[in-house]
């Protein structure tokens, strides 16, 4: 049977994948991105694999917390322990995932000092050892793929995507910066292009997925184009459009987002119980901006301190509509 990424290649090109973002992309964000606007895949916050082997693994599993609705999703997991890899792709096929990613693209400071994420690509051997290590744990039933950047300190696609073109990897997604250039340069589209060309030569049946600035289906349907790759990732644009990935759904006002947002901290509730409201502040400016009014009300809502009195305020706004 054909994995996922060539299920999605062959249905579809070029398809699109909502990108992985910590402390955004949890199991309540995907599961209402799912019901209102739908991406072809999602991905997990990143999942430390190496807090997974330890005693601390109750506060990573949160991390991998998902219905069975939410399909096809991929786990996303970083870390420098190989054998730690190993032990968690066990877990993860065990837990229905449709796949597994491996992070070689965080730029974060705390990850880099440990050596994990985007230190990889300054360290092919480690990187080699834990490729094959996390494919040893899925044991072929299900896909191993990396997502990370065109180099360090400098561009290096050929040697970097060369190197794990030559690793056997089912997909790589490609964030088309450096480390060094965090997201403070314009998407370098063109190296991402460059790799679609070595995939050709190298290994054909990798998936490429290209993923930087893109802010709409159109964009993204140009890029993929012009570069060749199978799929484009959105990250940030969805801040912009909620609606990003259906461009049939062109109306936003306050009638189609505030039930949006009411099922939100409804389903956050329900889910995390009554931690973590701030961070849940982030969705408010997420789906009540861009109309008449918007910034009036969003203002009364970052001034909120529990869920009952963010629900207070939609309900009463909602009266009004
Ligand atoms: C808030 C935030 C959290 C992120 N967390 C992750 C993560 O957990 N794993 C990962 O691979 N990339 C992460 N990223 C990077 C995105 O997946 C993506 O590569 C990057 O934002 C560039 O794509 P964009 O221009 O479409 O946003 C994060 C980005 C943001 C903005």
């Known amino acids: 049977m054909k994995n996922i990424w060539q299920q999605l290649t062959n249905a579809k090109q070029p398809f699109f994948v909502l990108a992985p973002m910590d402390d955004v992309t949890d ?60 032990e968690m792709a066990r877990d993860v096929v065990a837990m229905g995932f449709d796949g597994i990613d491996i992070n070689m693209g965080c730029p974060v400071k705390d990850m880099i000092k440990k050596g994990a994420c985007s230190a990889m690509i300054e360290n092919p051997a480690l990187a080699k050892e834990v ?91 140009n890029l993929a184009q012009e570069s060749g790759v199978d799929g484009i ?18 109306e936003r006002n306050l009638a189609t987002m505030l039930p949006i947002l009411r099922d939100h901290v409804v389903l956050h509730q329900k889910t995390w119980g009554n931690e973590k409201f701030e961070p849940l502040k982030k969705f408010v400016k997420m789906y009540i901006n861009g109309f008449a009014g918007a910034s009036e009300l969003r203002a009364e809502m970052m001034q909120t301190k529990s869920h009952s009195e963010l629900l207070a305020i939609i309900d009463k706004t909602a009266i009004s509509i």
């Open 27 to 86: 199991t309540v964000f995907r599961r209402i991105v799912q019901k209102y606007a739908p991406a072809d895949l999602m991905m997990t916050e990143f999942a430390n694999a190496d807090g997974w082997c330890s005693p601390g693994r109750q506060a990573i599993g949160t991390r991998l917390q998902h219905e069975k609705t939410e399909k096809p999703l991929i786990a996303q997991i970083w870390g420098i322990i190989p054998a730690h890899y190993e």
């Open 131 to 221: 490729i094959s290590a996390t494919q040893k744990g899925a044991g072929g039933k299900i896909p191993v793929s990396v997502k990370t950047r065109i180099g360090f300190s400098e561009i290096n696609t050929e040697e970097w995507i060369g190197f794990l073109l030559e690793q056997n990897l089912d997909a790589i997604t490609i964030h088309g910066r450096t480390k060094a250039e965090m997201s403070k340069v314009p998407a370098h589209w063109d190296e991402i292009a460059k790799a679609v060309k070595l995939r050709d030569k190298i290994s054909p049946d990798t998936t490429i997925i290209g993923n930087g600035d893109v802010m709409s289906l159109e964009q993204g349907r």
């Open 233 to 250: 990732m959105i990250g940030r644009g969805i801040f912009h459009n909620f609606f990003v990935f259906d461009e049939t759904k062109t």
